[in-house]
C-alpha cells in the first residue's frame, strides 16, 4: 500500500459513533493540493472528507473497545491474533509486559485520532498543524530534474558556493547521500508545481503512481545552515486508491458484504488509504516502511506469531485491527457512509500463508458512552 521514500528538501540546503457531521475536514488536517491536475485534490474533496470521517468514527470505536480488554474476549483474541499480544485474560498491573505492550498499541492509535480530530496543545495551539502535512492526490506534481542542475532550497532559491556559483544538486552532501542509497534513485522536485519545495530522491517520482499503486508518504528533512523549513510530511494518495474496484466505497458497504467465513481484508473500505498513510506521516521511521511492510492478511498475522514487534509496528496491522473492532462495535447510522447494519467478529481460518481472518456472526453490542 505504502512504500515509504526518503524525502529530503527542505533544506539550506471512537463505542459511541460521532454525530453526523464531522466538524473536521481534510483541509484542516492537510494543506491540500489544490486544482485537478499535478497532484491537486479538488475533484477528491468529498470523498477525502468521507474517508475521514471514517478514520475518525473507527479510531474512536476502536479505543472504547480496547477499554474493554479486561472484560471481552473477543477484544483480548483479536490483539493477540493481529499483534501477538498474549491474552493471559488481564492485563495486570502498571508495570508488566502485557500492559505496557496494551498501552503503546493504544497509543499509537490515539496519536492518529489526535491527529485527525485536531488534538489542541495543553497551552494552546494545534499538535499538528497542517502547515506541516501537505496532501496530493497524484505523483504528477514531481518534475524530474537531472544529478547536474543546479541545486534548490527550501525557499526554492539557488544553493551558491562560496564564490557565488550555483552549486550541482550532486554535489550537496545530503543530496549526494541521498542519491547514493540506491543506484536509480533521481532528484525529483516538487517547487515547480507547488508551493512546497523539496526532492525526492527515487526512481519513480512523478510516475510513483502507476498503475495499481495506493499511495505513499514522504518525510521531509530540513538541514543545515541556521534558517532551515520546519518539518513537513507529505502524503501523497493515488488515484487508483479512489477508483479501484477491489475495496468497498465505504464501511457501510463493507459492512455488506460481509457473511460467515468472509476474509476482513475482503471488507477493509478504501478510507483505509488514508488510515495506513496516517500511520506512516505520524510515527514515522518508529513504523515499517518500504520492502519491511507487510500488506497481506495472512502475512500480517504470521507476522503477529513469528515477529510480535514488528506487527506492532506495521501500519497494515492497525488498519485490520481497526477494522475487525469497527465491524463487530460499530452501529447503525442510518445511510451514513460508515454505518455498520451488522456486526461481526472474526478468527482465524486455515493455516499458514493461507489463513484468512473469516466473520464470524456475534449478537448484538449495545454502545458505550465515551
Given at each position: 500500500m505504502a512504500k515509504c521514500l526518503f524525502l529530503l528538501g527542505l533544506i539550506t540546503g471512537l463505542l459511541v459513533l460521532l454525530p453526523c457531521t464531522i466538524a473536521v475536514e481534510m483541509n484542516d488536517i492537510f494543506t491540500v493540493q489544490s486544482g485537478t491536475g499535478d497532484g491537486g485534490c479538488d475533484d477528491r474533496a468529498d470523498v477525502l472528507d468521507?474517508?475521514?470521517?471514517?478514520?475518525?468514527?473507527?479510531?474512536?470505536?476502536?479505543?472504547?473497545?480496547?477499554?474493554?480488554?479486561?472484560?471481552?474476549?473477543?477484544?483480548?483474541?483479536?490483539l493477540s491474533t493481529i499483534f501477538g499480544l498474549r491474552n493471559s485474560g488481564r492485563l495486570g498491573g502498571s508495570g508488566t509486559r502485557a500492559r505496557l505492550t496494551f498501552n503503546t498499541i493504544r497509543d499509537y492509535i490515539e496519536f492518529i485520532g489526535n491527529f485527525f480530530n485536531q488534538q489542541q496543545k495543553d497551552g494552546g495551539g494545534n499538535m499538528y498543524p497542517s502547515s506541516g502535512f501537505w496532501l496530493f492526490c497524484d505523483s504528477t506534481f514531481l518534475a524530474l530534474h537531472n544529478p547536474t542542475d543546479p541545486a534548490s532550497?527550501?525557499?526554492?532559491?539557488?544553493?551558491?558556493?562560496?564564490?557565488?556559483?550555483?552549486?550541482?544538486?550532486?554535489?550537496?552532501?545530503?543530496?549526494?547521500?541521498?542519491?547514493?542509497?540506491?543506484?536509480?534513485?533521481?532528484?525529483?522536485?516538487?517547487?515547480?508545481?507547488?508551493?512546497?519545495?523539496?526532492?525526492?530522491?527515487?526512481?519513480?517520482?512523478?510516475?510513483?503512481?502507476?498503475?495499481?499503486?495506493?499511495?505513499?508518504?514522504?518525510?521531509?528533512?530540513p538541514l543545515g545552515g541556521d534558517e532551515v523549513g520546519q518539518d513537513v510530511v507529505s502524503v501523497i494518495l493515488c488515484p487508483y486508491s479512489f477508483e479501484n474496484g477491489q475495496r468497498p466505497d465505504s464501511y457501510q458497504d463493507a459492512n455488506n458484504l460481509l457473511r460467515a467465513g468472509t476474509n476482513l481484508a475482503d471488507a477493509i473500505p478504501?478510507?483505509?488509504?488514508?488510515?495506513?498513510?496516517?500511520?506512516?506521516?505520524?510515527?514515522?521511521?518508529?513504523?515499517?516502511?518500504?520492502?519491511?511492510?507487510?500488506?497481506?492478511?495472512a502475512t500480517c498475522l504470521n507476522l503477529a506469531t513469528t515477529d510480535p514487534v514488528s506487527a506492532q509496528h506495521n501500519p497494515e496491522n492497525y488498519v485490520f485491527f481497526i477494522a475487525h473492532m469497527y465491524h463487530m462495535f460499530g452501529v447503525e447510522e442510518g445511510n451514513e457512509p460508515w454505518s455498520i447494519h451488522t456486526q461481526w467478529n472474526f478468527d482465524v481460518i486455515g493455516t499458514g500463508q493461507n489463513r484468512i481472518y473469516g466473520a464470524v456472526e456475534t449478537e448484538h453490542t449495545e454502545g458505550l458512552s465515551a
Open positions: 468521507q474517508w475521514l470521517s471514517e478514520c475518525i468514527q473507527s479510531i474512536d470505536v476502536t479505543l472504547l473497545a480496547m477499554d474493554r480488554y479486561d472484560r471481552d474476549v473477543r477484544v483480548r483474541r483479536a532550497d527550501y525557499k526554492g532559491e539557488p544553493i551558491l558556493d562560496e564564490n557565488g556559483d550555483p552549486v550541482p544538486i550532486r554535489d550537496v552532501p545530503e543530496y549526494q547521500m541521498r542519491l547514493e542509497e540506491d543506484p536509480n534513485n533521481e532528484p525529483w522536485w516538487s517547487g515547480d508545481l507547488t508551493d512546497l519545495n523539496g526532492y525526492y530522491f527515487t526512481e519513480y517520482g512523478g510516475n510513483y503512481c502507476y498503475e495499481d499503486d495506493l499511495g505513499v508518504t514522504a518525510g521531509i528533512e478504501k478510507s483505509a488509504t488514508l488510515l495506513h498513510e496516517a500511520f506512516h506521516a505520524i510515527h514515522g521511521g518508529i513504523f515499517l516502511a518500504g520492502d519491511n511492510e507487510r500488506y497481506d492478511i
